[in-house]
């Protein structure tokens, strides 16, 4: 009786044992996708609360390659009232990306469908994970890639932070080629707030239909006009749109005396609120002077008082506009001066 080969043994026994650990490592694979897939169930926002424990369970102790993205947000409760780092909204958005991605990808035929994650870390909660990635600045944003260890995560750049959403769906499909699609946003009023403003606006048309016809409206009231023609030109001359869309506090407290406070920043990489206020209020006295002398004090036919106050006028204005003058040369450090001419020297 011939012996029988070693060879083919040898080949049956690494072939079961290669199928074995394939299978064990793909069933703890779906195991591991079918928890997180759970606990994003669990989220009202689908962003996944990770501690110390399931950040080792769902990355560190998982073989890589891992099925999955992770894109970390780290944050800290106590830095919320910081309002120059900007933590809460961050958040927020970081949280309607994640639920338009899972509501972009709900279908299981999605090519994107399980395969990213959103999770947020507490700093609180998890001093040795923030340690872990080495974070030590807010606001911070990580990937961990199916084969990337904790160290070679990727870090999505402080300026990208500036588009909010946008610059998050877009650093996720740079990075991961998955498609995130489209920020489906909350409208600015629910359907019920639109049918009670509609109830109400209908309810009183006809009272606002009779006021426009007798003319008794607001609309008809020059001194509104009024008002409204002075606050649109503050508005215009105080810098006031450069403060909302940058976000721009009115002061700051200062780095080496943190009990003073900086209403006034010598630079110009920076503006503050206070800064453009002032100088608004005094191009709003000159505007405001001009508008007089123009339509008021023509008026007057006692030409000793007209003279007067055109004198008094102009002093004010001249020490209102010499002051802006002196702010932008103290914060820009150029100067600003008449020039005469060559035959005045």
Sequence with gaps: MDPIPKLPLVFLITTLLFLTTFLGLSESNSDQVAQLLSLQARSKSGVIRLDDHSLSRFLTSVKTPRPYWVLIFFDAAKLHDKHELHLKELRSEFALVASSFIENNEDPSSSSHAKLFFCDIEFQDSQHSFAQFGVNSLPHIRLIGPNHSLKESQQMDQGDFSRLGESMSEFIESKTKLVVGPIQRPPMLSKKQIMFATIGWLIWLPFIGKKIISGKTLLHDPRIWLSGAVFIYFFSVSGAMHNIIRKMPMFMVDRNDPSKLIF???????????????????YTIVGLLLAFLTRVLVTVRNVKVQRIVMIIALLVSFWAVKKVVYLDNWKTGYGVHAFWPSSWN
């Design 264 to 282: 006034f920043y010598q630079g110009s990489g920076m503006q503050l609120g206070t800064e453009g206020f002032t100088v608004g209020f005094l």
